[in-house]
């Protein structure tokens, strides 16, 4: 590993230290170098307050060293005025002198403006270290730039026979196929994703929170298609500790009161948004519209078996991870069928977790 590459690792790995919380911006990792030393490194901050070139410079305890020293950063610098103002600015006011870049930024906003603007001002610019590492480490950012919609994870378990869930059951609440480690994953996984959707038939026969109790972290926003507007108030998933949007076809005007339904006007609660949806048509396309007009760029789809299958139907999916557990059902709900690459496969004690990319 060349020089330039073990700095980009390091950016990398203390990048992976904003997952979760710098949404919808990208999580960037930087680090400053003099005389081979780090002298500052810095990751993104929540969203809004600063990103990672920033706080490794405020890291910088002698900042006259910045005249001669080199930053390494996963991502190419900012340009433009958003929360905060541009990273490249700051980096031409302290004058350093190098700068090594992981990847180009693909957001028109930037595409190349920051590298131009620093070589402009005499700054070194190195650019595709480690190009490939760094791509893949901000593929939900690309994905929601290139492709316009959030990068989409299906996730389900199955029986060791192919059952994602049971014909019938006693009660109301989920039928576990994992072990508690596993499911614990999950939890950390939804603080990873900036949203998590779920079928009207999943709420009716699970009636989940899908929020995030076994770690520690955000909740993801919840989606819920809901067609008819079946689904009753009383569902935990209407409850006030994430927001929800809810996609259905039968919404009126000026409100939604239904007899059953959540009888609450629209607009006049903050926590629950409701959005007029065509069930007869892509609804995968639909949703994915939706949330990038929201500016959600990423989400957890999980499911059940119709829903992850209207995804994998219409080929808008990134990465399937699908836990095998070693019960049986006699009968049930077959998991959705998917034509993906296997990429990893890991054990977590009677588990198995299968990686899947399109």
């Known amino acids: 590993m060349t020089t330039h590459e073990t700095y980009i690792s390091r ?24 005389n081979n030393s780090i002298i500052g490194e810095g990751f993104t901050s929540e969203y809004g307050d600063n990103h990672a070139e920033v706080n490794a410079i405020n890291a910088v305890k002698d900042k006259t060293l910045l005249a001669k020293s080199t930053l390494y950063v996963t991502l190419e610098p900012c340009s433009h005025y958003g929360k905060t103002p541009p990273c490249s600015d700051l980096i031409v006011f302290h004058n ?28 070194k610019v190195t650019v595709g270290i480690l190009e490939a590492e760094c791509r893949k480490h901000h593929q939900r950012f690309f994905t929601f730039h290139n492709e316009k919609r ?27 196929i994992t072990n508690p480690y596993s499911r614990q994953l999950v939890h950390k996984w939804r603080t990873e994703e900036q949203a998590i959707l779920v079928g009207t038939n999943t709420v009716i026969e699970d009636n989940p929170t899908l929020t ?7 909740n993801p926003i919840r989606v819920v298609l809901d067609n008819t507007l079946k689904l009753s108030k009383d569902y935990k998933i209407f409850n006030n500790d994430a927001e929800t949007l809810v996609l259905s076809a039968k919404l009126k005007a000026e409100s ?12 006049l609660n903050l926590n629950i948004e409701f959005i007029d949806f065509n069930f007869k048509s892509s609804v995968a396309k639909q949703i994915c519209d939706i949330l990038y007009d929201k500016n959600i760029n990423s989400i957890i789809i999980e499911g059940g078996a119709k829903t992850l299958q209207t995804f994998i139907d219409e080929n808008l999916w990134d990465e399937a991870r699908v836990f ?5 059902f006699k009968e049930g709900i077959k998991a959705p069928n998917l034509n993906g690459k296997l990429i990893s496969e890991y054990r977590i004690l009677n588990d198995t977790l299968k990686i899947y990319r399109p």
Do not use: H
Request: aromatic share 6%; proline share 7%.
């Open 256 to 267: 939604v009161m239904l007899d059953n339904s959540l009888q609450v006007k629209k607009g």
């Open 212 to 218: 995030v109790r076994d770690w520690s972290g955000e």
């Open 96 to 123: 350093i002198p190098n700068v090594v870049i992981g990847c180009v930024d693909d957001n028109p906003e930037v595409a190349g403006k920051g590298i131009a603007k620093l070589k402009d001002s005499g700054c």
């Open 150 to 176: 959030p990068y989409i994870i299906l996730k389900w378990a199955e029986t060791a026979n192919g059952f994602i869930a049971p014909l019938k059951k006693d009660e109301q609440k989920p039928v576990w």
């Open 324 to 328: 095998v557990g070693n019960s049986e």
């Open 11 to 34: 950016c990398l790995q203390i990048a992976k230290n904003g997952l979760g919380s710098t949404r919808p911006n990208p999580m960037v990792g930087a680090v400053i170098v003099y």
